[in-house]
């Protein structure tokens, strides 16, 4: 159980990616997070022109995209995007505009689509903001560091995002030594994956590796099991029994949840570590153990020692060397590595053709992912983090066998909660400057705040202005109102304008052929959400 934020006191730990002397250079960046050809997933884009005071250009046939310390790479060369360019551009006071031209590639921010200019600050690009390009291309703008080293062993671990790079780093570096190892992170970010990474990379990986949950143990078993137990030692014991400690000999030894380990337990595993050797429970002879001891916890070490449930000397002894796990929501840009990572491991213990992670014959077929979902993947918060993304990849393939594309069932999406990252702005000018007096600096300056009302205050002219500006999005109306997002439908509700879940099923017909199927006619007709019009068109059997 985690007691609160995690502490960093500790001899050696990864810190969070920042801009300022010493650290990484940071220049804005996009990541290729879903793609019909799905192998090209994760290589991204420097815009270190951005930086300068000069405008970036992306079509379908230039520029190049590259995996993280590669040289070769290629354009997005998707034949439903447009060979016009969407314009990068350094805005006022360090922010990052978006520009889109009347008939070029449509691109969507928060299910809205993007007409003229979108703005970008701070608090959006160190999130990272999904764009959805012609409903085919998902792609993360974001920061990056300017500076990555050439290919490298995944020791088992998907993704490039600087934090886990740094963590195949700190594996590399301690992995050949005898010292114990804490690693530290929220539940769900892969602490068994880098134990075991760790041990494999060492010395001792012809040897075993034994992993214990100390919170899977009951309280008064935890001796013995760690230690043994001699015959007789307390009722039950009815023969000898080897603890883990032996069974790990010349080996690892995984203890995960240490922080969950009884008090006294903690001062009988100091003593092993300090003198190599272990006690049996009923015996007073010790033996020796040659064991390499890895630990790991989600909980706060140092508020336990101050409340007195963890020894602190027993915490120095764990933390020779200590490796920090970022959580997902620090490492965005590999969530669609992830994905489809996870996604194929499924279909094959399905035994389910994996032709769907192929890219398809026809340009416009919909991605077995849409576009619209991964997006909302990598929005999502993830209090889960890795662990929650691998459960929910595994009920997505699940649910939509023998459909042609993945389905988010309304179960799911309210595991995926609210979206967290936010979404930038549109720009009241759309016009692309030619060129920028303010460069866009290493770490760029803070948003201009919407500032937060109350959601009696929207007048009907107010809210129907801010929907239209907006193109009928709700979400976005909402940011642009500086209300609450669920606060808008009750608003819509009040002033009786329709969303698309409204409009009956004859209405939707009538309008998709009078409109030939144009679906962007639709929603200026209607007057709704154009993604949730293009879910009830799905759902009528309507082919658009």
């Not at 505009?97 to 600050?121: S, Y």
């Not at 998907?158 to 570096?173: K, L, T, Y």
């Not at 009884?262 to 300090?274: A, G, H, I």
């Not at 390499?292 to 764990?318: I, W």
């Amino acid at each position: 159980m985690r007691d609160g934020p995690l502490e960093d006191q500790s001899t050696f730990s990864i810190p969070k990616v920042r801009s300022g002397e010493g650290a990484p250079r940071l220049v804005p960046a996009l990541t290729l997070i879903s793609h019909p050809a799905t192998h090209r997933v994760g290589e991204r884009l420097l815009m270190e022109e951005l930086l300068g005071g000069a405008k970036v250009e992306l079509s379908r046939m230039a520029p190049e995209f590259l995996r993280a310390g590669e040289t070769q790479g290629g354009p997005l060369a998707n034949g439903c995007l447009s060979r016009k360019p969407i314009v990068f551009a350094p805005g006022e006071g360090g922010r990052i505009q978006l520009f889109v031209e009347e008939g070029g590639t449509r691109v969507v921010v928060g299910g809205a689509p993007v007409v003229g200019g979108w703005e970008f600050g701070r608090e959006e690009l160190s999130a990272g903001i999904p764009l959805e390009l012609a409903d085919r291309v998902v792609l993360l703008l974001h920061m990056a560091e300017s500076e990555a080293n050439g290919p490298q062993d995944s020791l088992g671990m998907v993704g490039q995002s600087p934090g886990i790079r740094r963590v195949r780093e700190h594996i590399r570096q301690v992995a050949g030594l005898q010292e114990s190892v804490l690693i530290r992170g929220e539940t769900g970010t892969g602490k068994e994956l880098v134990a075991q990474a760790i041990h494999d990379n060492s010395p001792r990986r012809q040897a075993r590796f034994v992993d214990v949950n100390m919170a899977a143990i009951p309280r008064e078993l935890a001796e013995a099991e760690l230690f043994g137990v001699r015959r007789g030692a307390f009722s039950g014991a009815v023969r000898e029994r080897d603890g883990r400690f032996r069974v790990a000999q010349g080996g690892t030894l995984f203890l995960d949840e240490v922080g969950e380990m009884p008090p006294e337990v903690q001062v009988k595993l100091l003593r092993v570590l300090e003198q190599k050797e272990v006690y049996p429970v009923g015996s007073d002879l010790p033996v020796p153990t040659d064991v390499r001891l890895v630990a790991a916890t989600d909980a706060n070490l140092e508020a336990q020692s101050r409340e007195g449930r963890f020894k602190e000397p027993l915490k120095y002894r764990l933390a020779k060397y200590e490796i920090r796990l970022p959580p997902l929501r620090e490492r965005r840009e590999d969530i669609g590595l992830l994905f489809f990572h996870f996604a194929r491991q499924v279909l094959v213990e399905l035994g389910d053709d994996t032709r769907c992670l192929e890219e398809p014959r026809d340009p416009r077929a919909e991605p077995w992912l849409p576009s619209s979902l991964a997006a909302r993947l990598v929005r999502a918060p993830w209090p889960g983090n890795i662990r929650q993304l691998h459960n929910l990849t595994r009920q997505l393939v699940i649910a939509s066998r023998g459909k042609p594309h993945l389905r988010l069932e309304p179960t799911l999406e309210q595991e995926l909660g609210p979206p967290a990252t936010p979404l930038g702005r549109p720009l009241r000018s759309m016009q692309v400057p030619d060129s920028q007096a303010t460069p866009v600096p290493g770490s760029p300056a803070e948003p201009r705040a919407v500032p937060r009302r109350r959601p009696a205050d929207i007048s009907e002219q107010e809210l129907f202005a801010a929907l239209e500006a907006c193109f009928w999005e709700p979400r976005a109306a909402a940011e642009r109102l500086g209300i609450a997002r669920p606060s808008i439908y009750d608003q819509m509700a009040r002033w009786k304008i329709r969303t698309a879940g409204d409009l009956p099923s004859q209405e939707i017909i009538d309008c998709f052929h009078a409109c030939q199927g144009d679906l962007d006619a639709m929603v200026a007709r209607l007057k709704v959400s154009r993604q949730a019009l293009q879910r009830r068109v799905r759902e009528l059997g309507l082919n658009n």
